[in-house]
């Protein structure tokens, strides 16, 4: 089958600094926590209290991690986003499609406008969104096709598109999470299937997160073979005083010695790249909490990042959107 159209691609995920800076993390914080995807507080409650309080706090604590884990490509998420454009730039292509590859950010750069320009200056002929989100939610799905509609806003004449909104059951997706699971997990360890955490109240007001979640890790865990006594599915990185979902990774990991857990490996499925919330918050801070609180070896097992396999899977979402 011949295809003669010109397409775009456009890879997307939430965002990074451009720096390791205070100044630069603060402004992209401002452009994150300012999102009503993410925080719907009233404006003039959380604004004020946002600039006062929070950016200055976290704004120099977030820089000094950020400073401990930045590459000379910049930060592990853009350097990684970065590696899985180009793998599946040379994977589309070897498949006979012309295709252009762009990098798109919610927040921070390279931004989503800017992606959207860079197609449409090319000349695509359809435009095809891959949120590196494989559980929907609307704090991260729906806040990034917010800003793709934005983009599209600014734009007189667009071509079709089309928009992957997720691909938690995908079967390359499972199978890819599972062996990178089996190279590395050992006998006797407890799996952890840890995801980013979202408020409680949004999934109340419809948001079915969890609910993706949860049929990842039972898809894994079965393609695993494991029983219901060797893994458990936690959330992390949660913020402010609020309920958020549960269980809470570091409390879970705490707590896990006296369960009678003693070695643990934890897997985050929901991050498409390594980045601060696995590299630091994972594998460095939870690492200390569960071995100064009992347990006798922990392991993180990386994201897909830029494997074959996770290319691969990527590369045939696309393609089932232009065959």
């Not at 007189?156 to 079967?171: K, M, Q």
């Not at 690492?287 to 830029?306: K, M, V």
Request: one cysteine or more.
């Amino acid at each position: 089958m011949t295809i003669t159209k010109k397409f775009g691609v456009i890879l997307a995920n939430l965002g990074t600094p451009d720096e390791p800076t205070s100044s630069a993390i603060s402004r992209y914080l401002w452009e994150f926590l300012t999102d009503p995807r993410v925080v719907d507080l009233p404006r003039w409650k959380w604004f004020p209290l946002l600039k006062a309080i929070i950016l200055p706090l976290r704004s120099k604590r977030i820089a000094k991690n950020y400073q401990a884990i930045w590459t000379t490509q910049g930060s592990p998420l853009f350097a990684i986003t970065k590696q899985q454009q180009q793998a599946l730039q040379t994977y589309l292509s070897a498949q006979g499609i012309d295709v252009q590859v762009e990098i798109a950010m919610t927040y921070g750069n390279p931004s989503m406008r800017s992606a959207v320009k860079n197609l449409l200056k090319s000349q695509v002929e359809k435009i095809i969104v891959l949120p590196l989100y494989p559980q929907y939610s609307s704090t991260t799905t729906g806040a990034l096709l917010d800003a793709f509609a934005n983009a599209l806003k600014q734009e007189r004449g667009f071509v079709p598109f089309d928009f992957i909104h997720s691909y938690h059951l995908n079967e390359n997706y499972i199978n890819a999470l599972a062996q990178s699971v089996q190279a590395r997990l050992k006998a006797d360890e407890f799996l952890l299937f840890s995801y980013h955490g979202i408020p409680l109240r949004y999934e109340n007001m419809g948001d079915y997160y969890r609910e993706h979640c949860k049929q990842t890790t039972i898809a894994v865990a079965d393609k695993l073979g494991l029983t219901k006594n060797q893994w458990a599915m936690s959330f992390q990185s949660r913020f402010g005083r609020e309920e958020w979902l549960q269980p809470y990774t570091d409390k879970f990991l705490q707590n896990a010695s006296a369960q009678g857990i003693n070695k643990i490996a934890v897997i985050c499925p929901g991050f498409a790249a390594d980045c601060l919330e696995t590299i630091e918050e994972i594998d460095e801070e939870n690492r200390e909490y569960f071995l100064t609180h009992g347990g006798e070896s922990y392991q993180y097992i990386p994201a897909l990042n830029a494997v074959p396999a996770h290319i691969a899977m990527m590369g045939k979402l696309i393609l089932e959107k232009i065959i």
